[in-house]
């Protein structure tokens, strides 16, 4: 479950930057941030939350993705079978 913050703070993510990148820049922005926390450990916790508002703007369009195609309830069903 989303934590109700995020809930009411999502729909505006598409109104960012960030929000309005494709997924593929996002994956490479991910990977970004984790060379620069290796390279720049000061500021290793503004990176790590960098990489936390990505995931949950990757995970939102992914579930939105599984929801418009009416695959939600077969991922379930299957990740309750293990299937993963």
Sequence with gaps: ????ILRVTLPAANQT???????TTLAEQQ?????CGKVDPTY?????ST???ISI???TR???FLMRKS???QFLTEDAQGLR
């Design 51 to 53: 990489q936390v508002g």
């Design 31 to 35: 990977t970004e941030m984790t060379q």
């Design 62 to 64: 992914t579930k939105n």
């Design 1 to 4: 479950m989303i934590p109700y």
């Design 44 to 48: 290793l916790t503004n990176y790590f």
């Design 57 to 59: 703007v990757q995970t």
């Design 17 to 23: 930057e960030m929000g309005r990148a494709l997924y």
């Design 71 to 73: 695959l939600w309830s």
